[in-house]
Protein backbone atom coordinates (compact mmCIF):
# COMPACT_ATOMS: atom_id res chain seq x y z
CA UNK A 1 0.00 0.00 0.00
CA UNK A 2 1.23 3.54 -0.95
CA UNK A 3 0.42 6.16 1.24
CA UNK A 4 1.70 9.30 -1.34
CA UNK A 5 -0.89 10.69 -3.23
CA UNK A 6 1.47 12.14 -6.01
CA UNK A 7 5.33 13.16 -6.05
CA UNK A 8 6.12 16.73 -6.94
CA UNK A 9 10.53 16.32 -7.63
CA UNK A 10 11.44 16.09 -3.54
CA UNK A 11 7.86 16.73 -2.45
CA UNK A 12 5.61 14.16 -1.93
CA UNK A 13 1.95 14.90 -0.99
CA UNK A 14 0.27 12.16 1.34
CA UNK A 15 -2.91 10.37 1.02
CA UNK A 16 -3.26 11.16 5.15
CA UNK A 17 -2.28 15.12 4.79
CA UNK A 18 -4.68 15.12 1.62
CA UNK A 19 -7.50 13.41 2.83
CA UNK A 20 -7.60 15.78 5.88
CA UNK A 21 -7.35 19.11 4.12
CA UNK A 22 -10.55 17.71 1.79
CA UNK A 23 -12.10 17.20 5.46
CA UNK A 24 -11.41 20.33 6.46
CA UNK A 25 -13.14 22.31 3.17
CA UNK A 26 -16.03 20.52 2.88
CA UNK A 27 -16.54 20.63 6.59
CA UNK A 28 -16.03 24.67 6.57
CA UNK A 29 -18.45 24.67 3.34
CA UNK A 30 -21.20 22.90 5.49
CA UNK A 31 -20.45 24.99 8.71
CA UNK A 32 -20.67 28.71 7.16
CA UNK A 33 -23.94 27.70 4.97
CA UNK A 34 -25.63 27.06 8.14
CA UNK A 35 -24.05 29.53 10.01
CA UNK A 36 -25.79 32.06 7.20
CA UNK A 37 -28.89 30.58 7.95
CA UNK A 38 -29.02 30.89 11.82
CA UNK A 39 -27.03 34.50 10.99
CA UNK A 40 -23.97 34.16 12.17
CA UNK A 41 -21.82 36.68 11.27
CA UNK A 42 -19.43 34.42 8.48
CA UNK A 43 -16.48 36.21 9.18
CA UNK A 44 -16.61 35.97 12.75
CA UNK A 45 -16.86 31.75 12.08
CA UNK A 46 -14.24 32.26 9.57
CA UNK A 47 -11.52 33.65 11.55
CA UNK A 48 -12.59 30.70 14.10
CA UNK A 49 -11.84 27.90 12.20
CA UNK A 50 -8.49 28.99 10.82
CA UNK A 51 -7.39 29.12 14.17
CA UNK A 52 -9.47 26.41 15.54
CA UNK A 53 -7.78 23.75 12.31
CA UNK A 54 -4.37 24.77 13.83
CA UNK A 55 -5.35 24.55 17.63
CA UNK A 56 -6.75 21.23 16.59
CA UNK A 57 -3.77 19.81 15.01
CA UNK A 58 -1.37 20.86 17.51
CA UNK A 59 -4.07 19.32 20.28
CA UNK A 60 -4.15 15.75 18.29
CA UNK A 61 -0.12 15.35 17.82
CA UNK A 62 0.60 16.25 21.79
CA UNK A 63 -2.40 14.35 22.64
CA UNK A 64 -1.16 11.01 20.65
CA UNK A 65 2.43 12.06 21.62
CA UNK A 66 1.70 12.10 25.78
CA UNK A 67 0.03 9.29 25.70
CA UNK A 68 2.86 7.30 22.96
CA UNK A 69 6.25 9.06 24.06
CA UNK A 70 7.91 5.34 24.22
CA UNK A 71 7.53 5.83 20.35
CA UNK A 72 9.12 9.37 19.92
CA UNK A 73 11.69 9.00 22.95
CA UNK A 74 14.72 7.89 20.40
CA UNK A 75 13.62 10.42 17.88
CA UNK A 76 12.22 13.66 19.06
CA UNK A 77 12.35 15.06 15.48
CA UNK A 78 9.34 11.87 14.72
CA UNK A 79 7.05 13.82 16.43
CA UNK A 80 6.79 16.43 13.83
CA UNK A 81 6.30 14.18 11.15
CA UNK A 82 2.89 14.52 11.14
CA UNK A 83 2.23 13.70 8.00
CA UNK A 84 3.31 10.21 8.64
CA UNK A 85 0.37 9.94 10.64
CA UNK A 86 -0.32 10.08 14.84
CA UNK A 87 -3.03 12.61 15.49
CA UNK A 88 -5.66 11.86 18.26
CA UNK A 89 -8.84 12.87 16.81
CA UNK A 90 -9.90 13.16 20.69
CA UNK A 91 -6.92 15.59 20.84
CA UNK A 92 -8.28 17.63 18.56
CA UNK A 93 -11.85 17.85 19.83
CA UNK A 94 -10.73 18.61 23.23
CA UNK A 95 -8.38 21.47 21.98
CA UNK A 96 -10.97 22.46 19.62
CA UNK A 97 -13.43 23.14 21.54
CA UNK A 98 -11.22 25.20 24.16
CA UNK A 99 -10.48 27.37 22.06
CA UNK A 100 -13.85 27.64 20.35
CA UNK A 101 -15.17 28.53 23.92
CA UNK A 102 -12.45 30.83 24.37
CA UNK A 103 -13.31 32.45 21.11
CA UNK A 104 -17.12 32.89 22.03
CA UNK A 105 -16.64 34.30 25.30
CA UNK A 106 -14.11 36.86 23.68
CA UNK A 107 -16.69 37.86 21.04
CA UNK A 108 -19.76 37.34 22.46
CA UNK A 109 -21.11 34.30 20.51
CA UNK A 110 -23.41 31.38 21.77
CA UNK A 111 -20.73 28.81 22.37
CA UNK A 112 -23.74 26.05 22.28
CA UNK A 113 -24.36 27.30 18.92
CA UNK A 114 -21.45 27.37 17.26
CA UNK A 115 -20.87 23.45 18.49
CA UNK A 116 -24.18 22.85 16.57
CA UNK A 117 -23.17 24.63 13.89
CA UNK A 118 -19.93 22.91 14.11
CA UNK A 119 -21.30 19.35 14.58
CA UNK A 120 -21.70 18.08 11.63
CA UNK A 121 -18.97 19.30 9.95
CA UNK A 122 -16.92 17.05 12.28
CA UNK A 123 -18.45 14.17 11.96
CA UNK A 124 -18.15 14.01 8.61
CA UNK A 125 -14.42 15.18 8.76
CA UNK A 126 -13.79 12.45 10.70
CA UNK A 127 -16.00 10.01 8.49
CA UNK A 128 -13.58 11.24 5.95
CA UNK A 129 -10.07 11.39 7.77
CA UNK A 130 -10.43 7.88 8.70
CA UNK A 131 -9.39 6.88 5.28
CA UNK A 132 -6.09 8.69 5.80
CA UNK A 133 -5.52 6.00 8.12
CA UNK A 134 -6.33 3.19 5.71
CA UNK A 135 -3.54 4.42 3.28
CA UNK A 136 -1.14 4.84 6.30
CA UNK A 137 -2.37 1.35 7.21
CA UNK A 138 -3.13 2.07 10.57
CA UNK A 139 -5.64 2.06 13.08
CA UNK A 140 -6.68 -1.20 12.78
CA UNK A 141 -8.08 -3.99 14.73
CA UNK A 142 -7.07 -7.46 15.39
CA UNK A 143 -6.27 -10.16 13.06
CA UNK A 144 -8.39 -11.84 11.02
CA UNK A 145 -8.65 -14.60 7.68
CA UNK A 146 -8.71 -12.82 4.36
CA UNK A 147 -12.03 -14.61 4.19
CA UNK A 148 -13.75 -13.07 6.97
CA UNK A 149 -12.95 -9.76 4.81
CA UNK A 150 -13.94 -11.52 1.92
CA UNK A 151 -17.75 -12.57 3.87
CA UNK A 152 -17.94 -8.59 4.55
CA UNK A 153 -18.04 -8.18 0.38
CA UNK A 154 -15.79 -5.66 0.65
CA UNK A 155 -13.26 -4.34 -2.70
CA UNK A 156 -10.64 -6.29 -3.30
CA UNK A 157 -8.54 -2.73 -2.43
CA UNK A 158 -9.43 -2.41 0.88
CA UNK A 159 -9.37 -6.50 1.25
CA UNK A 160 -5.44 -6.03 0.50
CA UNK A 161 -5.30 -2.91 1.90
CA UNK A 162 -5.97 -5.25 5.46
CA UNK A 163 -3.04 -7.14 4.32
CA UNK A 164 -0.06 -6.19 6.24
CA UNK A 165 3.22 -7.49 6.17
CA UNK A 166 1.37 -11.17 4.78
CA UNK A 167 -1.03 -10.48 7.50
CA UNK A 168 -5.10 -9.39 7.90
CA UNK A 169 -6.57 -7.05 10.37
CA UNK A 170 -9.88 -6.37 10.51
CA UNK A 171 -10.61 -2.51 8.63
CA UNK A 172 -11.47 -0.72 12.30
CA UNK A 173 -11.28 2.50 10.62
CA UNK A 174 -13.81 1.38 8.05
CA UNK A 175 -16.17 0.51 10.76
CA UNK A 176 -16.06 4.01 12.12
CA UNK A 177 -15.83 5.70 9.02
CA UNK A 178 -19.72 4.36 8.10
CA UNK A 179 -20.75 4.77 11.84
CA UNK A 180 -19.82 8.78 11.47
CA UNK A 181 -21.58 8.66 7.88
CA UNK A 182 -24.47 6.93 9.33
CA UNK A 183 -24.13 9.35 12.07
CA UNK A 184 -23.94 12.43 9.84
CA UNK A 185 -27.53 11.48 7.74
CA UNK A 186 -29.15 11.53 11.02
CA UNK A 187 -27.71 15.34 12.30
CA UNK A 188 -28.88 16.03 8.63
CA UNK A 189 -32.33 15.39 9.73
CA UNK A 190 -31.93 16.80 13.28
CA UNK A 191 -30.71 19.51 12.12
CA UNK A 192 -33.77 20.54 9.93
CA UNK A 193 -35.92 19.97 13.33
CA UNK A 194 -34.32 21.23 16.26
CA UNK A 195 -34.73 25.06 14.95
CA UNK A 196 -34.06 26.98 18.37
CA UNK A 197 -33.23 23.60 20.09
CA UNK A 198 -29.65 25.42 21.06
CA UNK A 199 -27.51 21.99 21.80
CA UNK A 200 -29.67 19.24 20.57
CA UNK A 201 -26.92 18.61 18.06
CA UNK A 202 -23.52 18.76 19.67
CA UNK A 203 -25.49 16.26 22.50
CA UNK A 204 -26.33 13.89 19.73
CA UNK A 205 -22.59 14.16 18.14
CA UNK A 206 -21.12 13.21 21.57
CA UNK A 207 -23.41 10.38 22.34
CA UNK A 208 -23.37 9.15 18.66
CA UNK A 209 -19.44 9.19 18.28
CA UNK A 210 -19.14 8.63 22.00
CA UNK A 211 -20.74 5.09 21.31
CA UNK A 212 -18.91 4.15 18.62
CA UNK A 213 -15.54 4.71 19.07
CA UNK A 214 -15.92 3.37 22.64
CA UNK A 215 -17.01 -0.32 21.25
CA UNK A 216 -14.92 0.08 17.56
CA UNK A 217 -11.76 0.95 19.99
CA UNK A 218 -12.42 -2.33 21.78
CA UNK A 219 -11.29 -4.23 18.30
CA UNK A 220 -8.36 -1.96 17.87
CA UNK A 221 -4.63 -3.16 18.35
CA UNK A 222 -3.03 0.33 18.35
CA UNK A 223 -4.86 2.19 21.78
CA UNK A 224 -3.59 4.23 23.94
CA UNK A 225 -3.26 3.24 27.34
CA UNK A 226 -3.56 4.75 30.81
CA UNK A 227 -2.31 1.82 32.98
CA UNK A 228 -5.11 -1.07 32.08
CA UNK A 229 -7.20 1.30 30.65
CA UNK A 230 -7.71 2.38 26.88
CA UNK A 231 -7.95 5.89 27.11
CA UNK A 232 -10.40 6.83 24.21
CA UNK A 233 -12.67 4.30 25.97
CA UNK A 234 -12.56 6.59 29.20
CA UNK A 235 -12.89 9.98 27.22
CA UNK A 236 -15.83 8.17 25.06
CA UNK A 237 -17.65 7.18 28.42
CA UNK A 238 -17.26 11.22 29.22
CA UNK A 239 -18.56 12.19 25.77
CA UNK A 240 -21.51 10.32 26.10
CA UNK A 241 -22.32 11.11 29.57
CA UNK A 242 -21.86 15.15 28.75
CA UNK A 243 -24.04 14.16 25.48
CA UNK A 244 -27.07 12.87 27.74
CA UNK A 245 -27.08 15.54 30.41
CA UNK A 246 -27.04 17.99 27.05
CA UNK A 247 -29.99 16.07 25.70
CA UNK A 248 -31.67 16.30 28.68
CA UNK A 249 -30.75 19.99 29.27
CA UNK A 250 -32.41 20.97 25.95
CA UNK A 251 -35.25 18.89 26.62
CA UNK A 252 -36.18 20.78 29.93
CA UNK A 253 -35.72 24.04 28.44
CA UNK A 254 -38.08 23.54 25.38
CA UNK A 255 -40.52 22.24 27.92
CA UNK A 256 -40.06 25.19 29.87
CA UNK A 257 -40.91 27.27 26.73
CA UNK A 258 -44.09 25.29 25.94
CA UNK A 259 -45.62 26.49 29.01
CA UNK A 260 -45.02 29.81 29.24
CA UNK A 261 -46.48 29.97 25.85
CA UNK A 262 -49.29 28.14 26.64
CA UNK A 263 -49.81 28.91 30.37
CA UNK A 264 -49.77 26.85 33.46
CA UNK A 265 -51.30 24.70 32.34
CA UNK A 266 -48.90 24.11 29.12
CA UNK A 267 -51.99 24.44 26.94
CA UNK A 268 -51.47 26.46 23.73
Known amino acids: MDNILVSIGPINIYWYSFLIIVAVFIGWGIAVRYAKRLNVSVNLLNDMIIYTILVAIIGARIYYVMFNFNAYRDDLLGIFRIWEGGLAIYGAVIAGGIYIFWYCKKKGLSFVKILDI ?20 EAHGMECTRGFLENMHLPEFIIEGMNINGVYYQPT ?6 WCLIGVLILFYIRKRSVGKEGKQVSFYLIWYGIGRLVIEAMRTDSLYIGNYRISQIVSILFIVIGVVGSIVVYIKNRDKVKSVGGADGRI
Open 173 to 178: FLYESI
Open 118 to 137: MSLSLLLGQAIGRWGNFFNQ
